[in-house]
């Protein structure tokens, strides 16, 4: 019978690695804002769904959760928000910001 050998596992992927020293600081920062891009452009296809009249609104809500998702992240890797590099804390904030930009060019919801 063959033993549990831990060895030839795969290692950790690689958003989720907490040694991210290996890596220079332009991988990182370009692993960060392909992240950040596809969050948006996943909350802009699933806003894309709802009615034409509420479908900014519905993506200004998918850009604040999304936003969450990535604190949870950083919050699950360990990161340092004042890192030297970007890291998902600076991803939150570019989507939180996306997200409170557009509510305040919206205004308020339309009523029926």
């Not at 969050?39 to 969450?68: E, K, R, S, T, Y």
Request: net charge negative.
């Amino acid at each position: 019978m063959a033993t549990l050998n831990p060895h030839g596992w795969p290692r950790l992927p690689d958003w989720l690695d907490p040694h991210e020293h290996r890596r220079s600081p332009g991988e990182i920062n370009q692993e960060a804002l392909g992240r950040c891009c596809i969050a948006v452009a996943f909350c802009l296809c699933f806003a894309a769904l709802a009615p034409p009249d509420v479908m900014p609104f519905a993506f200004a809500g998918l850009l604040f959760l999304a936003g969450i998702a990535s604190i949870s992240l950083a919050v699950v890797r360990g990161d340092r928000p004042l890192a030297s590099h970007l890291t998902a804390w600076d991803e939150a904030a570019l989507l939180f910001t996306g997200s409170l930009g557009l509510r305040l060019w919206l205004g308020p919801f339309p009523v029926n």
